[in-house]
């Protein structure tokens, strides 16, 4: 990985269980909530669907287009699931047309009826952008 990568890393603690938790964020429709209203990501051509309980595993998927306001596509992400645990965990390392570098990775963990959540970012966009 590049040196100028930046990395973001938060937790957050949601009152649901684990399975419901990993239910809703492995699903399509899950993601796109947790983008809108700004933001919502199309399937890959031919993958139907996105669902992590089904991804091929360090496959490349496609394109999975970025729409600003769920309309306007611009921008991409050419999807690859580089480690899944069903349940509990996934990795994402891809590439996109504004970043060089692009990886996501999620993880979950019970804490009694709740559900810990981490996410670490890490990219390097293209075009010399930085962030601030």
Known sequence: MNESATVLERTSTINATLRLVWERIASHEGINDEMRPWLTMSAPRGVGALQLETVPVGVPLGRAWLRLFGVLPF??????????????????????????????????VARGGSTEITDRITFVPRWGLTWA
Do not use: N, V
């Open 75 to 108: 921008d991409y992400d050419d999807l690859t699931i580089a480690e899944l645990e069903l349940g509990h965990r996934f990795h994402e390392k891809s590439t996109m047309a504004s970043m060089r570098y692009w990886e996501h990775e999620r993880c979950l």
